[in-house]
Every structure is written in structure tokens, then in C-alpha cells.
T-cell receptor, first 114, second 113 residues
Framework: NAGVTQTPKFQVLKTGQSMTLQCAQD?????MYWYRQDPGMGLRLIYY???????DKGEVPNGYNVSRLNKREFSLRLESAAPSQTSVYFC?????????????FGQGTRLTVV | DQQVKQNSPSLSVQEGRISILNCDYT??????FLWYKKYPAEGPTFLIS?????DKNEDGRFTVFLNKSAKHLSLHIVPSQPGDSAVYFC????????????FGAGTTVTVRA
């Protein structure tokens, strides 16, 4: 059981380049999330998808777009990368709106924008 | 504005002693709280949780305490082991109103041999 799989694991971009971070889960979860982790800031929510076909902004959505391609996959796109987007990105999934459910995380994508 | 706060960025404890990690929250709608553990170059993994209808939940060496009136929770690790050295994140959710987990900034725990 793979859980949550993110690709790529590492990426270096030049300012202004675009890229898409991929995420897939095989746990039949309804909700999926993208977080970024920065030193001293913890995990901040970028976008989330409560269920297939819906997406909503989190705390720090500027500069990002997302697509919930199907129930399994939730991608994060940077249209024009900026150095401020240098971070570690985590995708997570959760069963959905139910009490006492935890989120499962992927291993992360370390992105550097130069 | 961060709704979940971990005010101690780091904690050093001797092997075998108790580790106490603290977390405060501001959103009174939060009713489900979780602790995650994260090793370097890995994603966070779920450790333990507590619902707002309880004030304590125990799982082996890990116990979480919730004080709703103070909007405060803590994680106790007894006894601490070298493998517990990691970053610990506190998270909270308003499970009946939205789907988001809000995280604190994390506390780095170092267990000394």
C-alpha cells in the first residue's frame, strides 16, 4: 500500500519557470491537501480539495493553482516561480469530513527557485 | 494569523526522562487535535489525537492532555528514547465545519543519551 505519493522529490527552477507537482493517493480518501513547510512557520495550507470536483484556497494560495484530476490525484502548479516559493511541499489526504480522522502525508518535494 | 501556536521551537531531554510539548490554539471551533512527528527528509506521520469530548488520551509512551478552557494541549512522552528525536507538530481541526487541518510551527525534540 503506497499511501500518498509525490513527484518529483527534488526540483530546481529558475525564476519565471513553471512546473506542476504531482500527488496521488491510493486510500480512496475524499479530501486532499497541499501544504508548504518553511523554517519557523510550520505547515501552511496552500489549497485543499474536500472532494472530487471541488477545490478551495488555504492560507497561502497566491502564486499557485491546483487541479483535482480525479479522486486519486491532486496537482499543484506554479505558473511563474519566484524565490519566495522555495520551500518543501507536502501533499496529504484524509478520509473526509468525519470526526477523528488523521491526514496522511507524502514524503515531500523540495523545491528551490533561483 | 496562526491559530495553532507552539511557542517552544526546541526541547532537549535526557533519555529516560519525560518530554513535555505544549500547544495553544485560538479558534474555539476546533474540536479535534492531533500530534504529528516528522523526521528529516520524510513527511509528517500521525502520532496521537484527541477529541474535544475528552481531556486525556494515552497510547503507549505518548499521552495527550487537553484543557479546553485554557485552549491548551500538551504531549507527554515517557520515557523519552533516542528515536523520539524529531520535529513534533500540533494540529487542530473544526471537524464539523471544514476540512482543514491547521498546524503549529513545530517543536524540535532532541533526546540525549
Amino acid at each position: 500500500n503506497a499511501g500518498v505519493t509525490q513527484t518529483p522529490k527534488f526540483q530546481v527552477l529558475k525564476t519565471g519557470q513553471s512546473m506542476t507537482l504531482q500527488c496521488a493517493q491510493d486510500m480512496n480518501h475524499n479530501s486532499m491537501y497541499w501544504y508548504r513547510q518553511d523554517p519557523g512557520m510550520g505547515l501552511r495550507l496552500i489549497y485543499y480539495s474536500a472532494s472530487e470536483g471541488t477545490t478551495d484556497k488555504g492560507e497561502v494560495p497566491n502564486g499557485y493553482n491546483v487541479s483535482r484530476l480525479n479522486k486519486r490525484e491532486f496537482s499543484l502548479r506554479l505558473e511563474s516561480a519566484a524565490p519566495s516559493q522555495t520551500s518543501v511541499y507536502f501533499c496529504a489526504s484524509r478520509v473526509g469530513q468525519a470526526p477523528n480522522t488523521e491526514a496522511f502525508f507524502g514524503q515531500g518535494t523540495r523545491l528551490t527557485v533561483v | 494569523d496562526q491559530q495553532v501556536k507552539q511557542n517552544s521551537p526546541s526541547l532537549s531531554v535526557q533519555e529516560g526522562r519525560i518530554s513535555i510539548l505544549n500547544c495553544d490554539y485560538t479558534n474555539s471551533m476546533f474540536d479535534y487535535f492531533l500530534w504529528y512527528k516528522k523526521y528529516p527528509a520524510e513527511g509528517p506521520t500521525f502520532l496521537i489525537s484527541i477529541s474535544s469530548i475528552k481531556d486525556k488520551n494515552e497510547d503507549g509512551r505518548f499521552t495527550v492532555f487537553l484543557n479546553k478552557s485554557a485552549k491548551h494541549l500538551s504531549l507527554h512522552i515517557v520515557p523519552s528514547q533516542p528515536g523520539d528525536s524529531a520535529v513534533y507538530f500540533c494540529a487542530a481541526a473544526a471537524s464539523l465545519t471544514d476540512y482543514k487541518l491547521s498546524f503549529g510551527a513545530g517543536t524540535t525534540v532532541t533526546v540525549r543519551a
